[in-house]
């Protein structure tokens, strides 16, 4: 099993950032892929970034590539997104999700999540 608790979302204005980070416990954390998602009122889940084992690799949605960043920093099982210029499209509950192996571009491949953070972005 792998835990994961999510932090830092909060109210923004736009053009403004947040840094949102997701702490893990449980396995080895550097064996598994990280994700996050996000998830607006009424919407499905959609993926935002993901970044490999090792922090070499990393993956955006067009919605936020150039405006988020996602890293990892494995002596701390922590993941990282930072996100900037930030729009009122942007608002949704932001999930951290674990894989085991390589990172994925869909929920389903995902065994383990957070509970989310909030992220509201006002215009």
């Known amino acids: 099993q792998v835990q994961l608790v999510e932090s830092g979302g909060g109210l923004v204005q736009a053009g403004g950032f947040l840094r949102l980070s997701c702490a893990a416990s449980g396995r080895t954390f550097s064996n598994y892929a990280m994700g996050w998602f996000r998830q607006a009122p009424g919407k499905e889940r959609n993926f935002v970034a993901a970044v490999n084992w090792g922090g070499g690799r990393t993956y955006y949605a067009d919605s936020v590539k150039g405006r988020f960043t996602i890293s990892r920093d494995n002596a701390k099982n922590t993941v990282y997104l930072q996100m900037n210029s930030l729009k009122p499209e942007d608002t949704a509950v932001y999930y951290c999700?674990?894989?085991?192996?390589?990172?994925?571009?869909?929920?389903?491949?995902?065994?383990?999540w957070g509970q989310g953070t909030q992220v509201t972005v006002s215009s």
């Open positions: 999700a674990a894989r085991f192996s390589d990172y994925a571009l869909v929920p389903q491949m995902y065994s383990y």
